[in-house]
Protein backbone atom coordinates (compact mmCIF):
# COMPACT_ATOMS: atom_id res chain seq x y z
CA UNK A 1 0.00 0.00 0.00
CA UNK A 2 1.06 3.29 -0.95
CA UNK A 3 2.05 5.71 1.87
CA UNK A 4 1.51 9.55 1.26
CA UNK A 5 3.26 11.76 4.14
CA UNK A 6 2.49 15.29 4.00
CA UNK A 7 4.26 18.05 5.38
CA UNK A 8 4.53 20.69 7.03
CA UNK A 9 1.33 19.42 9.62
CA UNK A 10 0.46 23.03 9.82
CA UNK A 11 1.34 26.17 8.56
CA UNK A 12 0.84 29.76 9.83
CA UNK A 13 0.49 32.17 7.22
CA UNK A 14 -0.62 36.06 6.49
CA UNK A 15 -3.45 36.41 3.79
CA UNK A 16 -1.49 37.41 0.98
CA UNK A 17 1.02 35.10 1.69
CA UNK A 18 2.32 32.18 -0.58
CA UNK A 19 1.65 29.25 0.87
CA UNK A 20 3.77 25.70 -0.32
CA UNK A 21 2.29 22.13 0.80
CA UNK A 22 4.01 18.95 0.36
CA UNK A 23 2.89 15.37 -0.31
CA UNK A 24 5.07 12.79 -0.41
CA UNK A 25 4.73 9.22 -1.96
CA UNK A 26 6.19 5.91 -0.53
CA UNK A 27 6.95 4.33 -3.73
CA UNK A 28 6.50 6.25 -7.32
CA UNK A 29 2.35 7.36 -8.24
CA UNK A 30 3.08 8.57 -11.45
CA UNK A 31 0.68 11.26 -11.62
CA UNK A 32 -1.98 10.06 -10.14
CA UNK A 33 -2.54 12.52 -7.24
CA UNK A 34 -5.14 14.81 -6.25
CA UNK A 35 -5.04 17.41 -3.41
CA UNK A 36 -8.65 18.22 -1.63
CA UNK A 37 -9.36 21.26 0.74
CA UNK A 38 -11.62 20.78 4.06
CA UNK A 39 -13.05 23.54 5.88
CA UNK A 40 -14.47 22.89 9.44
CA UNK A 41 -18.12 21.24 9.10
CA UNK A 42 -18.14 20.74 5.20
CA UNK A 43 -17.31 18.04 3.06
CA UNK A 44 -13.67 18.01 1.50
CA UNK A 45 -13.91 19.39 -2.33
CA UNK A 46 -11.27 18.73 -5.10
CA UNK A 47 -8.90 21.13 -5.95
CA UNK A 48 -5.86 19.20 -7.83
CA UNK A 49 -6.31 15.82 -10.05
CA UNK A 50 -3.86 13.89 -12.25
CA UNK A 51 -0.75 16.17 -9.95
CA UNK A 52 -1.50 19.93 -11.69
CA UNK A 53 -5.00 19.89 -12.99
CA UNK A 54 -7.39 22.07 -11.62
CA UNK A 55 -10.81 20.85 -11.34
CA UNK A 56 -13.52 22.92 -12.24
CA UNK A 57 -14.66 26.57 -10.63
CA UNK A 58 -10.71 25.99 -8.59
CA UNK A 59 -9.18 29.55 -8.93
CA UNK A 60 -5.49 30.12 -10.56
CA UNK A 61 -3.74 30.61 -7.38
CA UNK A 62 -4.21 26.85 -6.62
CA UNK A 63 -1.59 24.92 -8.32
CA UNK A 64 0.08 21.78 -8.34
CA UNK A 65 3.11 20.21 -9.26
CA UNK A 66 5.56 17.25 -9.17
CA UNK A 67 5.40 13.74 -10.47
CA UNK A 68 6.78 10.28 -8.88
CA UNK A 69 6.76 10.59 -5.00
CA UNK A 70 7.10 14.30 -5.11
CA UNK A 71 4.55 16.43 -4.65
CA UNK A 72 3.25 20.57 -4.15
CA UNK A 73 0.47 22.02 -3.61
CA UNK A 74 1.07 25.85 -4.27
CA UNK A 75 -1.45 28.84 -3.18
CA UNK A 76 0.28 31.73 -4.88
CA UNK A 77 -1.24 34.10 -3.06
CA UNK A 78 -3.32 33.30 0.30
CA UNK A 79 -7.15 34.54 0.27
CA UNK A 80 -8.98 34.58 3.84
CA UNK A 81 -11.50 31.45 2.74
CA UNK A 82 -8.58 29.45 1.94
CA UNK A 83 -7.19 28.82 5.42
CA UNK A 84 -8.37 24.99 5.95
CA UNK A 85 -6.76 21.85 5.69
CA UNK A 86 -5.65 20.00 2.70
CA UNK A 87 -5.00 16.27 1.68
CA UNK A 88 -3.33 14.92 -0.58
CA UNK A 89 -4.66 11.62 -2.13
CA UNK A 90 -3.30 8.88 -4.67
CA UNK A 91 -5.33 6.05 -6.87
CA UNK A 92 -3.54 2.56 -7.25
CA UNK A 93 -4.43 0.23 -9.89
CA UNK A 94 -2.73 -2.68 -8.15
CA UNK A 95 -3.66 -3.02 -5.20
CA UNK A 96 -7.02 -1.24 -6.09
CA UNK A 97 -7.67 1.83 -3.82
CA UNK A 98 -7.15 5.00 -2.73
CA UNK A 99 -5.00 6.06 0.10
CA UNK A 100 -4.85 9.78 1.62
CA UNK A 101 -2.19 11.98 3.24
CA UNK A 102 -2.65 12.98 7.12
CA UNK A 103 -3.56 16.51 6.17
CA UNK A 104 -1.95 20.01 6.94
CA UNK A 105 -3.56 22.57 8.40
CA UNK A 106 -2.94 26.16 6.77
CA UNK A 107 -4.13 28.38 9.68
CA UNK A 108 -4.19 32.43 9.85
CA UNK A 109 -0.37 33.71 11.70
CA UNK B 1 -26.35 20.33 -9.68
CA UNK B 2 -24.35 17.30 -8.52
CA UNK B 3 -26.46 16.56 -4.79
CA UNK B 4 -25.51 13.19 -2.80
CA UNK B 5 -27.64 13.24 0.14
CA UNK B 6 -26.37 10.46 2.82
CA UNK B 7 -28.67 8.96 5.52
CA UNK B 8 -28.88 5.95 8.25
CA UNK B 9 -26.13 7.22 10.59
CA UNK B 10 -26.92 6.87 14.49
CA UNK B 11 -25.56 5.16 17.26
CA UNK B 12 -24.88 1.54 17.28
CA UNK B 13 -23.48 -1.21 19.75
CA UNK B 14 -20.03 -2.74 19.01
CA UNK B 15 -20.62 -5.82 16.93
CA UNK B 16 -23.95 -4.70 15.33
CA UNK B 17 -24.73 -3.73 12.07
CA UNK B 18 -25.86 -0.44 10.46
CA UNK B 19 -26.65 0.20 6.66
CA UNK B 20 -25.62 3.56 5.35
CA UNK B 21 -27.51 5.44 1.99
CA UNK B 22 -26.71 7.69 -0.04
CA UNK B 23 -29.19 9.51 -2.63
CA UNK B 24 -27.85 11.16 -5.92
CA UNK B 25 -29.38 13.63 -8.05
CA UNK B 26 -28.01 15.61 -10.88
CA UNK B 27 -26.36 13.43 -13.06
CA UNK B 28 -26.91 9.89 -14.86
CA UNK B 29 -25.98 7.65 -11.72
CA UNK B 30 -25.72 4.07 -13.69
CA UNK B 31 -22.51 5.71 -15.52
CA UNK B 32 -20.73 6.40 -12.31
CA UNK B 33 -18.60 4.62 -10.13
CA UNK B 34 -19.42 5.53 -6.27
CA UNK B 35 -17.43 6.12 -3.14
CA UNK B 36 -17.36 5.89 0.19
CA UNK B 37 -15.11 7.98 2.91
CA UNK B 38 -15.14 8.13 6.51
CA UNK B 39 -13.42 10.57 8.89
CA UNK B 40 -13.11 9.61 12.58
CA UNK B 41 -13.52 13.19 14.74
CA UNK B 42 -10.80 15.66 14.78
CA UNK B 43 -8.84 13.28 11.95
CA UNK B 44 -7.90 12.54 8.72
CA UNK B 45 -9.78 10.66 5.80
CA UNK B 46 -9.57 7.43 4.81
CA UNK B 47 -11.19 5.45 1.77
CA UNK B 48 -14.15 3.32 2.66
CA UNK B 49 -14.77 1.37 -0.86
CA UNK B 50 -15.78 1.17 -3.95
CA UNK B 51 -18.35 0.15 -6.51
CA UNK B 52 -17.65 0.40 -10.31
CA UNK B 53 -21.08 1.01 -13.05
CA UNK B 54 -23.03 -2.25 -13.79
CA UNK B 55 -20.89 -1.69 -17.31
CA UNK B 56 -17.61 -2.94 -16.02
CA UNK B 57 -19.00 -5.59 -13.49
CA UNK B 58 -20.54 -3.39 -11.12
CA UNK B 59 -17.60 -4.91 -8.92
CA UNK B 60 -16.18 -3.24 -5.63
CA UNK B 61 -12.91 -2.82 -4.18
CA UNK B 62 -12.34 -2.53 -0.25
CA UNK B 63 -8.99 -1.78 2.03
CA UNK B 64 -7.79 -4.36 4.77
CA UNK B 65 -9.72 -2.94 7.83
CA UNK B 66 -13.32 -2.79 6.70
CA UNK B 67 -12.72 -5.93 4.37
CA UNK B 68 -15.16 -8.76 4.71
CA UNK B 69 -16.90 -6.54 7.45
CA UNK B 70 -18.45 -3.88 4.52
CA UNK B 71 -20.46 -4.34 1.80
CA UNK B 72 -21.04 -1.69 -1.00
CA UNK B 73 -24.04 -1.76 -3.05
CA UNK B 74 -25.75 -0.08 -5.84
CA UNK B 75 -29.67 0.20 -6.97
CA UNK B 76 -29.35 2.24 -10.14
CA UNK B 77 -33.35 2.29 -10.57
CA UNK B 78 -33.17 4.09 -7.49
CA UNK B 79 -30.11 6.04 -8.25
CA UNK B 80 -28.58 5.26 -4.37
CA UNK B 81 -25.79 3.80 -3.38
CA UNK B 82 -25.40 1.68 -0.43
CA UNK B 83 -22.79 0.84 2.51
CA UNK B 84 -23.65 -2.07 4.56
CA UNK B 85 -21.52 -2.38 8.05
CA UNK B 86 -21.27 -5.27 10.16
CA UNK B 87 -19.69 -6.50 12.97
CA UNK B 88 -18.84 -2.42 13.81
CA UNK B 89 -16.01 -1.96 16.28
CA UNK B 90 -14.82 1.39 18.24
CA UNK B 91 -13.34 2.19 16.05
CA UNK B 92 -15.40 3.13 12.99
CA UNK B 93 -16.87 6.18 14.28
CA UNK B 94 -16.51 8.63 12.11
CA UNK B 95 -18.78 10.34 9.80
CA UNK B 96 -19.43 8.65 6.53
CA UNK B 97 -18.97 10.34 3.25
CA UNK B 98 -20.52 9.19 -0.46
CA UNK B 99 -18.78 10.16 -3.17
CA UNK B 100 -18.77 10.58 -7.33
CA UNK B 101 -15.45 8.87 -8.30
CA UNK B 102 -14.01 11.48 -11.06
CA UNK B 103 -11.53 9.89 -13.54
CA UNK B 104 -11.72 6.03 -11.94
CA UNK B 105 -9.65 6.86 -8.96
CA UNK B 106 -10.15 10.87 -7.48
CA UNK B 107 -13.54 11.75 -5.68
CA UNK B 108 -15.33 14.79 -7.52
CA UNK B 109 -18.49 15.74 -5.36
CA UNK B 110 -19.33 15.03 -2.01
CA UNK B 111 -22.36 14.39 0.21
CA UNK B 112 -22.86 16.38 3.40
CA UNK B 113 -22.11 12.89 5.64
CA UNK B 114 -23.86 11.21 8.03
CA UNK B 115 -22.08 10.19 11.57
CA UNK B 116 -21.52 6.74 12.51
CA UNK B 117 -21.05 6.45 16.43
CA UNK B 118 -20.53 2.78 17.65
CA UNK B 119 -20.29 2.55 21.74
CA UNK B 120 -22.08 0.79 24.32
Redesign the interface.
Known amino acids: ?VVLTQSPATLSLSPGERATLSCRASQSVSS?L?W?Q?KPGQ????LI??ASNR?TGIPARFSGSGSGIDFTLTISSLEPEDFAVY?C?Q??DWP????????TKVEIK | EVQLVESGGGLVKPGGSLRLSCAASGFTFSDVWM?WVRQAPGK????VG?IKTKYVGGTT????PVKGRFSISRDDSKNTVYLQMNSLKSEDTAVY?CATD???????S????TLVTVSS
Not at chain 1, 43 to 46: H, K, S
Not at chain 1, 96 to 103: A, E, H, K, R, Y
Open positions: EYAYQAPRLYDAYQRSPGLTFGGG | IGLEWRDYPAYYRQGYLGWGQG
